[in-house]
């Protein structure tokens, strides 16, 4: 569905930039690669292409021409089918074989869930105490009070080395390793340092080597702290966003591509209650008209497409090289290097995509964002004052629309210009 | 039992995993295959008669897969036996398999005691005659005003790192008593014959 959503942008939007870079590229360079395997393996070829370099100049221009043709037709041939392949990209399958596959992105949506689970305790260690405090906020308070409890001592005897410093410098070394601190590990260590704060006078200085000792420890305990809470917040953030970016609503595609296409529409629902798969069409026409915003849209169009052509046309290229040379007892060293690097450069080209898919969908959020109300306005009806007022606007469009009930609807005249 | 049940999950599990392993099988037997001796398809085989003392180039070989050879596959000699000689006393015949005993890194360059081995230098532009030229044939060598002169193509040699065009020219075998005539007469031309 989303797919031929794709395609109609396609079609609104097609450039000779578009198909020159999305498609001639592509087609170019996997006619290219075929030659040189033929250029290998062939004398006769080689005899040919010795020929064509040799001939005058109209001759061989009359050559050129007629493979320029050739490429552009097949160019144009792999255009047309693009969105076919992207479809296959994005998981439509049988669903017997959807099903078989779908448990690798299942895994890694459970992963996910698993690990906000997890920053979802980090979190709530951080929360607010009994006493209506932040725990960082009272973990920081017990070490000022202990530390002031500690002038009353005459001498400063503390070392690094006690059981208080070499735990701080432990959770450091987790800092260092970009991990988390749970806050069970920081209330064991403000323990230990609350307690050698108070046996020793912290603005005394210590024994030789260690004369700053017990103000690093503190100091460092703090902005441990600091990091801690900053960690699990912002790791929560990360992890949430990774969900909306790569998940769409379930169940679940069988690629990792699939997902990433689904996440636009979880979104515009989520959001706004709006049908994006159904208004996407609509939703062009006003998105185009931006002078800024619709060259950004075409450009990541464009760069999605490029990357999906590169992926299918390599994946392709060793489909018919790897077995032909493997049944034909072709050079075992060109088999192995055509049947290894042949998938891992498909499959690469294949992640780069989905990256760029994830950029393209962004941009589609931000055309949901920005240009609903023009959608509105362009169907003729009211601009919504409030967010709950705004979804129920857009389940009774899409009702209307989408389901065929008979709902009312003010309209609102358009603007004179 | 549960050990299996578990093994099995792990596996379906990693559906993407289990095509890359039966993948990586598949690679590992066709390779294998390829490799196997009796594999003959996988040699390469004389695509027509070659010469004592001839310069394998392309389309001197083909291997020997009678599908591959017959859509002008593999006719291109891989790097080792491109440029090689062919040192088998008797002439190896179309379709037999090349061996390593029969290939040399050099020309014979050993010549009868009445005839002399004398590089001749052809004009530029003369890929297409050096692409006919073999080791064995009949030429004449001809200047205005003189009597041609007889001679027999002993080896093409190439310098190092060139196989053919402007880096290789063909190593003649002339009669004793003529090879002063030639080496005087710089305006000499080489002309194809298959007169003695």
Not at chain 1, 37 to 46: E, I, T
Not at chain 1, 338 to 363: E, H, S
Not at chain 1, 393 to 416: F, M, N, Q
Request: contains cysteine; hydrophobic residues 45%.
């Amino acid at each position: 569905m989303f797919t031929s959503l794709l395609t109609n942008l396609q079609n609104l939007i097609t450039s000779p930039g578009r198909f020159f870079v999305g498609s001639f590229l592509p087609v170019t360079a996997f006619w290219f690669c075929n030659a040189v395997m033929f250029y290998l393996f062939s004398a006769s070829f080689q005899g040919y292409a010795s020929w064509i370099s040799e001939q005058s100049g109209g001759l061989s221009a009359v050559v050129i021409a007629a493979i320029f043709i050739g490429i552009t037709f097949s160019a144009y041939a792999e255009s047309a089918s693009l969105p076919t392949i992207q479809s296959m990209m994005e998981g439509k399958w049988p669903s017997w074989i959807a099903s078989f596959f779908v448990r690798a992105e299942m895994r890694r949506y459970e992963r996910l869930e698993r690990l906000k689970k997890e920053n979802g305790d980090l979190i709530v260690r951080f929360g607010t105490t009994a006493a209506g405090k932040p725990q960082a906020e009272v973990w920081k308070d017990s070490l000022l009070t202990a530390r002031t409890a500690g002038y009353q001592q005459p001498a400063n005897s503390y070392r690094r080395t006690m059981p208080s410093g070499v735990e701080v410098d432990r959770l450091a070394r987790l800092r260092r390793r970009a991990q988390p601190i749970a806050g069970e590990v920081l209330d064991q260590a403000v323990t230990l340092v609350v307690l050698d704060l108070r046996d020793n006078n912290a603005n005394q200085p210590g024994p030789a080597n260690h004369v700053r000792d017990l103000d690093d420890v503190q100091t460092l305990l703090v902005m441990l702290i600091e990091y801690a809470e900053e960690y699990a917040a912002n790791q929560y953030r990360l992890l949430v966003t990774r969900g909306q970016f790569d998940f769409g609503a379930l169940p679940l595609a069988p690629t990792r591509m699939g997902n990433v296409a689904r996440t636009v529409q979880n979104y515009a629902v989520q959001r706004y209650d709006f049908n994006f798969e159904l208004f996407w069409s609509r939703l062009q026409l006003p998105a185009q008209r931006d002078k800024e915003f619709a060259p950004v849209l075409l450009g990541a169009k464009t760069q999605l497409d490029f990357l999906v052509s590169c992926s299918a046309l390599t994946f392709l290229w060793t489909l018919m090289w790897g077995p032909w040379l493997m049944l034909t007892s072709g050079p075992v060293e060109f088999f192995v290097g055509v049947a290894v690097l042949g998938p891992v450069a498909a499959y690469v080209w294949y992640r780069i995509a989905v990256a760029q898919y994830r950029t393209l969908n962004d941009l589609l959020r931000s055309s949901i964002d920005l240009f609903r109300f023009d959608l509105l306005a362009a169907l003729g009806y009211p601009k919504p004052g409030a967010v709950l007022e705004e979804r129920e606007l857009w389940g009774t469009i899409d009702a209307l629309h989408a389901l065929h009930e008979i709902r009312d609807l003010r309209y609102v005249p358009p603007k004179s210009s | 039992m549960k050990a299996a049940l578990k093994c099995r999950d792990y596996v379906l599990d990693r559906p993407f995993g289990l095509v890359v392993g039966l993948y990586i099988v598949i690679l590992v037997l066709g390779a294998g295959c390829m490799l196997c001796p009796y594999c003959k398809s996988g040699h390469y085989e004389a695509a027509r008669e070659l010469k004592y003392n001839h310069r394998i180039v392309s389309g001197d070989v083909r291997r020997q897969n009678k599908f591959a050879a017959s859509l002008g596959f593999y006719t291109v000699p891989p790097p080792s036996l491109a440029g090689k000689y062919v040192t088998a006393k008797s002439s190896i015949l179309a379709g037999r398999e090349l061996l390593a005993a029969d290939l040399g890194e050099n020309a014979d360059m050993k010549v009868p005691v009445d005839k002399r081995a004398l590089p001749f230098a052809l004009p530029a532009n003369s890929a297409a005659l050096l692409a006919l030229l073999d080791a064995g044939m009949d030429v004449v060598l001809v200047a205005e005003g003189k009597e041609p002169v007889p001679a027999t193509v002993h080896a093409i040699v190439c310098e190092s790192g060139k196989s053919g065009g402007g880096g290789c020219y063909p190593i003649l075998h002339i009669d004793k008593n003529q090879s002063q005539d030639v080496l005087k007469n710089s305006n000499l031309r080489l002309m194809l014959s298959s007169q003695p």
